[in-house]
């Protein structure tokens, strides 16, 4: 096996060294590149997911709430969207460093110490903003008729919300939650500036040591092959999950 | 309480002033990629929109890779290519000189790539929805398509693509936070320069926040009224 992968290796090394890049080079960073994939991936994965967990609650309370909750889920989004990605980043991995006493006091101190954590509870709670108004905008495009509808065969109003109301929202708002995705992607890069070794960390690691302009390269074909395949996924699962709007063809 | 918010004071002891020189530097930043990103976002709508399958393949190209590629990373490759590229080419011209790329203008540059990629989409989406029907009657009139365009649909892309560039201003605001990695004292800098001297990540980070959205609050003031000028002659969906 593994001297099978060393001849897949060495196979892809002397391609990319006869289409014209620095194969050399190549062998000694590209697993740590792939590393930095993974790590991206881990980012993205985990914040977008946990993000759309949060993301329900908020667009709900913010049709359903009272004056307070509605206004709560109003001010979070205002604030997650109306700031840098960049300067939440460094409000919650620095700001944590502020009060490690009291972290360490209660027990999380362990979580704000790596920076890993501290960029996935910040990309969390950006995404959540973002999608929460995708969400809301979604249910609030559906006619009022469906939980009228909902409501005249005796389904309760959570009954409505997760049988009828949420389905249909989720389909509408399905393309721009796949931008979100990307966007997400994109802004993970951001990461690397508190020293995760994402794609962006590997590569601004190996252009500090070797100089050579060709790793950014890299780097942008790298991101553009993982936004291109979000993009082609999204339309098949978007003609799938809308399959019953399409016009036959 | 009271101690953190003689910090912001101006003066010697207080950060206020230089906090206050970043925030310009941020508005800056921002008004200066603004000409410059709606007019590359406007050749680009062109050259999708062109009959020419160069044109549009290449216009399609430049969308692709300046909206598929992170911020971050347009911003280095601009920055650190930049700089080699430009070196190499005075290198011809005299022997071993080097030139150093401006990080303002780096940071223009590749905030102007960014807004021009996005909102050549938004524009092209514009143009699409002046009627094929007024172009006909301006070339009847006997209008060259240079005035075609200048006349009849130039001046009738901003309400439509209104809405859709001041999303793109919003997030090009934010992205000026980016450029502080490259050392412009933008806020975000001047923030960073603040905590490592005071000690206060979380208070100094949150008033940048604050200040962020104080400027995207003001934007959607500015952009409200304008949406309102720009569409002064139409009737709105649900008014009067």
């Not at chain 1, 790590?39 to 997911?49: M, R």
């Not at chain 1, 993009?231 to 978007?238: H, I």
């Not at chain 2, 953190?4 to 530097?25: C, K, N, V």
């Not at chain 2, 450029?179 to 940048?208: C, E, H, N, W």
């Amino acid at each position: 096996m593994q001297a099978f992968l060393d001849l897949v290796g060495a196979g892809f090394l002397s391609l990319m060294g006869f289409i014209g890049l620095n194969s050399e080079l190549m062998g000694r960073y590209g697993l740590r590149f792939l590393d930095g994939v993974w790590v991206t991936l881990q980012l993205v994965i985990l914040s977008v997911g946990l993000g759309a967990l949060l993301a329900w609650p908020l667009a709900i309370a913010r049709i359903e709430g009272g004056k307070l909750l509605a206004g709560a889920s109003f001010g979070y989004s205002y604030f997650f969207r109306g700031t840098p990605l960049l300067a939440q980043t460094f409000l919650i991995y620095y700001g944590a460093g502020q009060f490690r006493e009291a972290l360490t006091e209660v027990g999380l101190w362990w979580f704000f110490r790596d920076a890993f954590n501290c960029a996935v509870l910040t990309f969390t709670l950006n995404t959540a903003a973002y999608q929460s108004e995708i969400l809301r905008g979604a249910i609030q495009s559906l006619p009022v008729g469906q939980m009228e509808g909902a409501q005249a065969l005796g389904l309760t109003r959570v009954l409505a919300y997760r049988k009828v109301i949420v389905p249909q929202a989720f389909a509408i708002g399905l393309r721009p939650l796949g931008n979100e995705l990307i966007l997400m992607i994109k802004s993970s890069a951001i990461a690397s500036v508190i020293t995760v070794y994402d794609l962006m960390g590997v590569t601004r690691l190996a252009f500090s040591r070797s100089y050579d302009m060709e790793v950014y390269l890299w780097a942008a074909a790298l991101y553009l092959i993982m936004v291109e395949i979000v993009r082609r996924v999204w339309d098949v699962l978007e003609r799938r999950l809308n399959r019953h709007l399409l016009v036959s063809r | 309480m009271l101690d953190l918010l003689r910090l912001l004071s101006f003066g010697p002891d207080g950060w206020g002033d230089e906090i206050l020189a970043g925030a310009l530097m941020t508005i800056e930043l921002a008004l200066a990629s603004l000409p410059a990103g709606i007019a590359i976002g406007l050749a680009v709508a062109l050259a999708k929109d062109s009959p020419f399958f160069l044109l549009r393949a290449a216009g399609n190209l430049f969308t692709t890779v300046f909206r598929g590629l992170p911020e971050l990373l347009t911003l280095f490759i601009v920055y650190y290519g930049g700089q080699m590229l430009l070196t190499r080419l005075a290198g011809y011209v005299v022997e071993g000189a080097t030139i150093e790329v401006n990080q303002f203008v780096a940071g223009v540059v590749a905030l102007s790539l960014v807004l021009g990629a996005f909102s050549s989409e938004v524009l092209l989406a514009a143009i699409r929805a002046v009627p094929r029907g007024q172009k006909e009657a301006a070339s009847a009139l006997g209008l060259s398509k240079f005035r075609i365009f200048r006349f009849v649909t130039f001046p009738q892309l901003w309400r439509v693509a209104l809405p859709g560039l001041s999303n793109n201003w919003m997030v090009l605001l934010k992205d000026t936070s980016l450029v502080s990695v490259i050392a412009i004292t933008d806020l975000m800098r001047q923030t960073a320069i603040a905590v490592g001297v005071t000690k206060q990540p979380f208070f100094f980070y949150l008033v940048a926040c604050l200040i962020y959205l104080v400027f995207s609050g003001l934007s959607s003031v500015v952009f409200t009224r304008l949406e309102a000028r720009a569409s002064r002659g139409f009737k709105r969906m649900g008014g009067h």
